[in-house]
């Protein structure tokens, strides 16, 4: 399983989102694997994946959506932004709530309207969409704020480990452009990538050091 790095900055203390970021991840593997099993049933000659291909969720988000934990929440917005080319921006950060909206505007540069807030309660036990004002009145214009240095290395870390040589600052502006119509400067994608091949060196660190315990 891959390193667990974080979507944001100052949202949860560190361990906590650590904690939860190895758990879902832990869970979306189970469920890969028995989707690659599935696809190996029905067609075992499938062609492999596209060289700059990035697997992402659909982005898709509803009233009373619940979640594995606010890493699960946090990952679903991201892909709505991706999807949407929407400026999503983060709110609200407390450990048992977070709130998103969107920080375009529109005609007269009125604000936009389009807000979600979700939270686990002690009554409830699950993170839930508790209000979804799912209303954009703002213009696309190729910015999102939650497309930050450490959303950068998340989304391009597989592939940096892959062929660090093929994915580096300049192809990676690119692909987010290509992919999501969003702009992101150079010295970002740099940034990111090099947070990326960090999180690499430590998994690779933590693999050694266990072998050695053996």
Not at 8 to 28: A, M, P, Q, T
Not at 55 to 66: K, S, V
Not at 94 to 105: I, R, S
Request: hydrophobic share 35%; charged share 35%.
């Amino acid at each position: 399983m891959s390193v667990v790095p974080i979507i944001g900055e100052g949202e949860f203390e560190i361990d906590d989102e650590e904690v939860e970021r190895e758990e879902f991840e832990l869970d979306e593997l189970c469920c890969e694997i028995s989707d690659e099993d599935n696809e190996e049933e029905e067609d075992p000659e499938a062609p492999q994946r596209m060289r700059t291909h990035i697997r992402r969720g659909d982005g898709h988000l509803y009233r009373d959506q619940t979640f594995f934990n606010g890493v699960a929440f946090k990952d679903r917005v991201l892909d709505y932004a991706l999807r949407t080319r929407c400026n999503i921006r983060q709110y609200r950060y407390d450990k048992d709530k977070l709130g998103f909206e969107c920080a375009g505007l529109g005609e007269n540069d009125e604000a936009c309207g389009w807000k979600i807030y979700a939270s686990i309660l002690p009554k409830d036990k699950i993170w839930r969409v508790r209000l979804f004002v799912d209303n954009h009145t703002c213009e696309v214009n190729g910015e999102c704020e939650m497309v930050k240095v450490p959303v950068i290395a998340r989304l391009f870390g597989n592939k940096i480990r892959e062929e660090p040589a093929y994915y580096m600052p300049m192809k990676i502006e690119e692909l987010i452009m290509e992919n999501w119509s969003i702009s992101v400067s150079k010295p970002q994608c740099q940034a990111g990538r090099n947070k990326a091949l960090k999180w690499i060196k430590s998994e690779h660190d933590q693999q050694f050091a266990r072998l050695k315990g053996w």
